[in-house]
Structure formats: C-alpha cells, structure tokens
C-alpha cells in the first residue's frame, strides 16, 4: 500500500531556530504539493512540484520559507528563521497525473511543528 | 471550481450506511465532484471521485445525479472508524487551489 511519507512527524522548537521538514511523494507521482493546516486558516497551499520543478509558491512568506525537490523521492520545505505564528500541521501531497489540483492528491501524515 | 453545500454534521449508528448529500448545483461540465476526508490529527483521505456516472470503490459508493447539481456519498457499512470530516470538492482539472470548506462531521455511535 503505496503512502506518502512525511517527517519529523512532530517538532518542538525555538523561535529563530531553522526548522526542516521531509517528505517522501509515492513513487511515480509527479507532483507534490505543500499545505499547512491551522484551525484558523484551515489548509493553505504553501507550494507545488510538477516533475520537480516549482509551479507555484506564492502561498509561501519568501523571507522565511523555501521549498525544494532535490530528486524525485524527497520534497523537503525550510523555515529559517521560525516564529511563533508558523505554528501548524504541514502536509505533503503527491498527485500521479500531472493534472494539478484537479488530480487525486494522496496526504502524507502532517509533521505537527510548535515554535516556543 | 463550484461551490459546495454540505450539512455541518450528521450521525449514524455503526453498521448503517451513512449517506452523505452534498449541493454543487453551478457545477460545470469539466468539474468533476471530489470527496475527501479528515479524521482528527491525520490528513486528508481521499475518498472517491466521479465526473457524470456513479462510481464504487473498496471504500465508497459516488451517486451523482443526472443534471450533476448535487451527489451523495454512500458508506455501505460505516465503523466507527469512519468518523471524520468529509468533503465535497468540485474542481476542474485547470483548477489554482484545492479547497477544502467546511465539510460535514459525520459521526457514527455505537
């Protein structure tokens, strides 16, 4: 049973510290997309890859964030410096069709991060 | 993408059928009607999707109807496991976003 994989599954941290976050899409999908989840917002898109390269990723504060595909199995997106409010779920997804959101997103399971 | 109507929570005993309606009554003809789920602390599931005909997987049943402006998720037989948020997304494949509203919380009892 193909999933996507996501770590570290929770992070407890320090503001100002450099927070980095790990996904693994299902093998052959060609997009991955980035969300984060608060229950004020609900699920923002932060970023997405199609074929690794970045389509997308005006849903990110530039400054502080950045999403990269190094190769087609780790998607991985950084926070430098963290702050309190970056507090949330980060979700991955892959999708296998290249269609974009109109394509079936499979979630990985959330990396639970808390800035101090 | 259209907007969707979904009743805020629903309950069904445990080994029912859960029937879930959702409204998309602007839809377009390239929209296809998506279902998701959230059960608490995990991410969303995706469920089962359908363009015009109805569809069946191992985990549901899509019933669209025939002017496409509204569908019903069908759980033959929900678990308690099956209590989540489901969400009833119509979206085009030229779609910006993938938007999840307010869902229906559906809850199954013992």
């Known amino acids: 049973d193909a999933r996507v994989t996501q770590t570290p599954r929770h992070k407890v941290t320090e503001m100002g510290q450099e927070v980095t976050m790990r996904c693994q899409p299902i093998?052959?999908?060609?997009?991955v997309f980035w969300y984060r989840q608060t229950m004020m917002q609900g699920l923002e898109l932060l970023a997405y890859?199609?074929?690794?390269?970045?389509?997308?990723d005006s849903g990110m504060p530039k400054d502080r964030f950045s999403a990269e595909m190094p190769d087609a199995t780790l998607a991985t997106l950084k926070i430098q410096p963290s702050e309190p409010r970056d507090s949330a779920v980060y979700f991955c997804?892959?999708?296998?069709?290249?269609?974009?959101?109109?394509?079936?997103?499979?979630f990985g399971p959330g990396t639970r991060l808390t800035v101090l | 993408d259209a907007k969707t109507t979904q009743p805020t929570s629903m309950d069904c005993a445990e080994g029912r059928a859960a029937n879930l309606p959702c409204n998309h009554s602007?839809?377009?003809?390239?929209?296809?009607v998506y279902w998701y789920r959230q059960i608490h602390s995990q991410g969303p599931q995706y469920i089962i999707h359908?363009?015009?005909n109805n569809e069946t997987n191992e985990m549901a049943s899509l019933i669209i109807t025939e002017d496409r402006k509204s569908s019903t998720l069908i759980l033959p037989h929900a678990t308690l496991r099956d209590t989540a948020v489901y969400y009833c997304?119509?979206?085009?494949?030229?779609?910006?976003?993938?938007?999840f509203g307010s869902g229906t919380q559906l809850t199954v009892l013992p």
């Open positions: 997804a892959s999708a296998p069709l290249g269609r974009g959101f109109g394509d079936t997103q499979y």
């Open positions: 093998l052959g999908h060609n997009t």
């Open positions: 890859f199609r074929n690794r390269a970045p389509l997308d």
């Open positions: 602007t839809i377009s003809g390239n929209e296809y």
């Open positions: 359908g363009l015009k």
């Open positions: 997304i119509a979206i085009s494949g030229s779609a910006r976003q993938l938007t």
